[in-house]
């Protein structure tokens, strides 16, 4: 019976910490989404060391005419893909932007235009943005919901068997007689 009760508290204090890490995680990927900020993951080395390969970025929305030569700032390629390099030089008349990798030796082909800007980078997670990248995509999208679904029977099983054992009991036993 004591063996019992302490492999219960275990459980229970393995399942919390479970769902506690889960619960964060959500929340870094899409629970800033509420207070405007979009997360993107690093997939190249162009903007090494400041942003490393598998980092998580937070980027929230700014004005094209508050970016500044030196900032570092996201936005959307003509194939759709979204990008982050360091501004190096800045045509307001012709709302343009001039990028370039902090890691590449010459600036980008082609200019960013204002109307392409997603924002700036606010903060930086390293690593995160492996696991990020990885269930946003096949096979890890189906492996996180099917992790997820175990993860809620397993919080509830131990529930589900005491409910059982007490039906197994004498009624007597259950009245306290």
């Given at each position: 019976m004591q063996m019992e009760k302490t492999l219960k508290r275990v459980w229970d204090v393995?399942?919390?910490?479970?769902?506690?890490?889960?619960?964060?995680?959500?929340?870094?990927?899409?629970?800033?989404?509420?207070?405007?900020?979009?997360?993107?993951?690093?997939?190249?080395?162009?903007?090494?060391?400041?942003?490393?390969?598998?980092?998580l970025i937070y980027v929230k929305e700014v004005d094209p005419s508050k970016i500044e030569v030196n900032d570092v700032i996201t936005y959307v390629l003509p194939n759709d893909m979204p990008s982050t390099h360091r501004v190096i030089k800045i045509d307001a008349e012709?709302?343009?932007?001039?990028?370039?990798?902090?890691?590449?030796?010459?600036?980008?082909?082609?200019?960013?235009?204002?109307?392409?800007?997603?924002?700036?980078p606010v903060f930086k997670i390293p690593c995160l943005g492996y696991v990020a990248y990885y269930i946003q995509h096949p096979p890890g999208m189906y492996i996180a919901i099917?992790?997820?679904?175990?993860?809620?029977?397993?919080?509830f099983l131990p529930d589900l068997f005491k409910k059982d054992k007490k039906k197994d009991e004498h009624p007597t036993k259950q009245m306290g007689i």
């Open positions: 393995i399942s919390t910490i479970v769902v506690v890490i889960v619960v964060i995680f959500a929340i870094l990927l899409v629970g800033v989404r509420l207070f405007g900020v979009q997360v993107y993951s690093v997939i190249s080395g162009s903007m090494e060391p400041e942003y490393p390969v598998g980092s012709k709302q343009l932007f001039y990028t370039k990798g902090d890691a590449n030796k010459t600036e980008d082909g082609a200019p960013v235009h204002f109307n392409n800007l997603i924002g700036t099917a992790a997820g679904a175990v993860l809620l029977i397993l919080v």
